[in-house]
C-alpha cells in the first residue's frame, strides 16, 4: 500500500533524483501497484454462472494477490462466467518455487505440504493456476513429497490448458485489437503448454493474433 502511494503521488520518482542510478534501473522493473479494490481478497467460493459444469480450485499464489490481483479476479470471472464453481482454499500459500529455485528445499517442501493439505481439503478434481511459475512448481509436488504430494501435481491445470480442454464458452461481446503472445517459459517449457492459449484468443470475435 505503502508503494502504491508512492507510485501515485510520484513521491517514488522525486526519490530516485537522490538515489544512486543503479537503484533507478532497478525501480523500473517494478510494476505499478494495483488499486486496493483489486488486491481484495477472493471470496471463498465464487459460484458458476449459468449451467454448472463442474467445481475446481484457483491457486491464488503470493506475488499474484498483491501486483497482480486485478488477473486473479479476472481469472475467476472467467472460470465462473464458464459454468464452474471456484474454491479459493483456505490455508493455501506459496508455492515454494523460489525457495526450490535457491536451494532451500526444506522451506520448499514444507510449504508443498501446506498448499496439498489445502486443496485436499477443498475437495476438487482440478486446480486451476494463472501464474506459470507456480503451475510448474505445483506440478513438481509430487517429486517433492512422493507419499502425499502427487495427487495434488496430477490435479494441477494452467487456466488456458484447462479452459481449452473444457471448451469456451462464446465470449458476449468483440475485441478490436492486434495482439502478440509471448510464451511463458515456465509455461512452454516447464509445464509442454503451448497451443492452448493461441486457441483460446482465436475464439475472441474481432482480436488478430500476430505471429
Known amino acids: 500500500s505503502l508503494l502504491g502511494l508512492a507510485q501515485r503521488s510520484g513521491l517514488d520518482r522525486l526519490a530516485l533524483l537522490l538515489a544512486p542510478h543503479r537503484f533507478g534501473e532497478r525501480a523500473a522493473l517494478l510494476p505499478r501497484v494495483p488499486s486496493r479494490a483489486d488486491r481484495e481478497p477472493l471470496p471463498a467460493l465464487v459460484p458458476a454462472q449459468g449451467e454448472r459444469r463442474g467445481r475446481v480450485g484457483f491457486f491464488v499464489g503470493c506475488i499474484m494477490p498483491e501486483l497482480f490481483g486485478d488477473v486473479n479476479h479476472a481469472t475467476v470471472r472467467v472460470l465462473a462466467r464458464n459454468g464452474f464453481d471456484v474454491v479459493v482454499a483456505p490455508g493455501q500459500g506459496c508455492c515454494g518455487a523460489l525457495h526450490a529455485h535457491a536451494g532451500d528445499l526444506v522451506t520448499a517442501h514444507s510449504l508443498a505440504r501446506r498448499n496439498v493439505a489445502a486443496f ?31 495427487l495434488l501435481g496430477r490435479k494441477v491445470r494452467d487456466v488456458s490448458e484447462f479452459l481449452d480442454a473444457a471448451g469456451l464458452r462464446p465470449p458476449r461481446g468483440r475485441l478490436e485489437a492486434r495482439v502478440c503472445y509471448d510464451d511463458p517459459c515456465h509455461l512452454v517449457h516447464g509445464q509442454r503448454v503451448q497451443g492452448a492459449p493461441r486457441r483460446l484468443r482465436a475464439q475472441i470475435p474481432g482480436l488478430t493474433l500476430q505471429h
Open 120 to 150: 485436499e481439503a477443498a475437495d476438487v478434481d482440478v486446480v486451476v493456476v494463472n501464474s506459470a511459475g507456480c503451475g510448474a512448481s505445483l506440478r513438481d509436488v509430487g517429486h517433492w513429497l512422493p507419499a502425499t504430494g502427487d
